[in-house]
């Protein structure tokens, strides 16, 4: 990448950080581009130049968010961190993740246009269970997850605490013990039995 596409990624960057964050204060509806233009510093025509409309920022946004996030994970996943400390990690990245974006805003984001949400369900259904199938073997070599328990069942059971700790009211009383609680009862109830947590 040359200085004139990184000046470019960067401007992109702003202009859809800028976004984000008005579209998580005020809706996408209430949120225009010359509003999006005065927050990220650039004039509107440069939004329309890179993204094409309102929907191109709204789509663009939508999946660099899916491809940071992913990217980010799938390299968590290839460190040498044992198992707890994995998990840890991983559970502070979506507790940052949840603190930056209003999940309710994601949701609109994704319902606003059929391809958005097309795109988002392609990557959940195959690229997602690539990173979670990743993170299942290293904690079964670990001995943290039973090695019988199959990457679908042990997918699903992760599915179903995240659907869990996003709950509207799970997310707005953020009760740190409680989720504490819920992580230690996913990763013993993945082992079958409390095992002694090796980084402390």
């Keep these: ?3 004139y596409e990184r000046r470019t ?3 992109k960057n702003k202009i859809r950080t800028a976004a984000l964050e008005l579209f998580c204060m005020y809706g996408t509806e209430k949120t225009s581009i010359n509003e999006i233009a005065q927050k990220a510093g650039v004039a509107p025509a440069s939004i ?3 993204f094409g409309s309102k929907e191109g920022l709204m789509k663009d946004t939508v999946i660099d968010l899916l491809e940071s ?3 980010a994970r799938k390299e968590l ?3 040498d961190l044992p198992f707890p400390e994995l998990l840890k990690r991983a559970l502070s ?3 940052d993740f949840i603190d930056y974006i209003n999940l309710e805003t994601l949701r609109a984001l994704l319902d606003s246009d059929p391809e958005i949400k097309k795109l988002a369900d392609d990557f959940y259904q195959h690229r997602y269970p690539e990173i979670v199938g990743q993170f299942i073997e290293k904690g079964r070599r670990e001995g943290y997850i ?3 328990l199959s990457i ?3 997918t699903i059971y992760l599915k179903m605490y995240q659907n869990v700790v996003q709950q509207p009211e799970m997310l707005k009383n953020r009760n740190k013990d409680l989720l504490k609680e819920l992580c230690d009862l996913m990763l013993y109830g993945l082992a079958g039995q409390p095992i002694m947590d090796k980084t402390e």
């Design 1 to 3: 990448m040359n200085g």
């Design 9 to 11: 990624e960067s401007k």
């Design 93 to 95: 990245m979506n507790d």
């Design 146 to 148: 039973r090695k019988e």
């Design 152 to 154: 679908e069942a042990a």
């Design 69 to 71: 996030g992913w990217k």
């Design 48 to 50: 329309y130049n890179y």
């Design 77 to 79: 996943w290839e460190t």
